[in-house]
């Protein structure tokens, strides 16, 4: 099993432009999470979701969209980037409320 | 939103144990309280989870007392490879849903020769 994997891992974006991260697991997780890290911090919850077709605000949303159309799949879009959202995103996925999450290798995003 | 507190920064010598405590005063009854290891350029790692108690796995012990509002990461004889930053995660109880699995501050947990 692959796990939770995210695509891709590095992208530069300039001001403006918009983009999608891809968080794809293979473990049947009901919940999915999307988290930032800005270096030298901790990780900010951006969105989650508790099942297919669900989203929900996490701590930091505001720039940000996601969907779930899929019970695998759980994308993060930014529709018009900022230098401010230049940090790593950080997708995790969990089996049930408050259990084990498993992260991804996460994704350096910079905004120009 | 509900607030766990941990120390910014932890030392210690390979061999000793290292015992680092977070605080979480409005932890909701259902909640679970876990922890997480973060390497550099890594996403955080799964090292323990407990609701009450003592909870003990082959790399580290976690004890939570009655009232839950605080718990300790006990990790026993640490190398140089457990230098890494330490989170604490319980649930969000003002959140609607305790869905919003929040982090605390982290300890980064320097360990030297």
């Known amino acids: 099993n692959a796990g939770v994997t995210q695509t891709p891992k590095f992208r530069v974006l300039k001001t403006g432009q918009s983009m999608t991260l891809l968080c794809a697991q293979d473990m049947n997780h009901e919940y999915m999470y999307w988290y930032r890290q800005d270096p030298g911090m901790g990780l900010r919850l951006i969105h989650y979701s508790v099942g297919e077709g669900t989203t929900a605000k996490g701590e930091v949303p505001d720039g940000y969209n996601v969907s779930r159309l899929k019970k695998q799949n759980f994308l993060l879009g930014l529709e018009s980037a900022a230098p401010s959202q230049t940090s790593v995103y950080f997708c995790a996925s969990s089996e049930r409320q408050g259990r084990k999450l498993f992260f991804g290798s996460g994704t350096q995003l910079s905004v120009l | 939103l509900a607030k766990t507190t941990q120390p910014i920064s932890m030392d210690s010598y390979e061999g000793q144990e290292v015992n680092i405590t977070c605080s979480h005063n409005?932890?909701?009854?259902?909640?679970?309280i876990t922890w997480y290891q973060q390497f550099p350029s890594q996403g955080p790692r799964f090292i323990i989870q407990g609701y009450k108690t003592k909870v003990t796995n082959e790399v580290a012990s976690l004890f939570i007392p009655a009232d839950r509002k605080s718990s300790t990461l006990s990790l026993p004889r640490v190398s140089l490879s457990d230098t890494a930053v330490y989170y604490c995660?319980?649930?969000?109880?003002?959140?609607?849903?305790?869905?919003?699995?929040?982090f605390g501050t982290g300890t980064l947990l320097a360990v030297q020769p």
């Open positions: 995660l319980v649930g969000d109880p003002y959140g609607g849903a305790t869905n919003k699995l929040i």
């Open positions: 409005n932890i909701a009854t259902n909640d679970y």
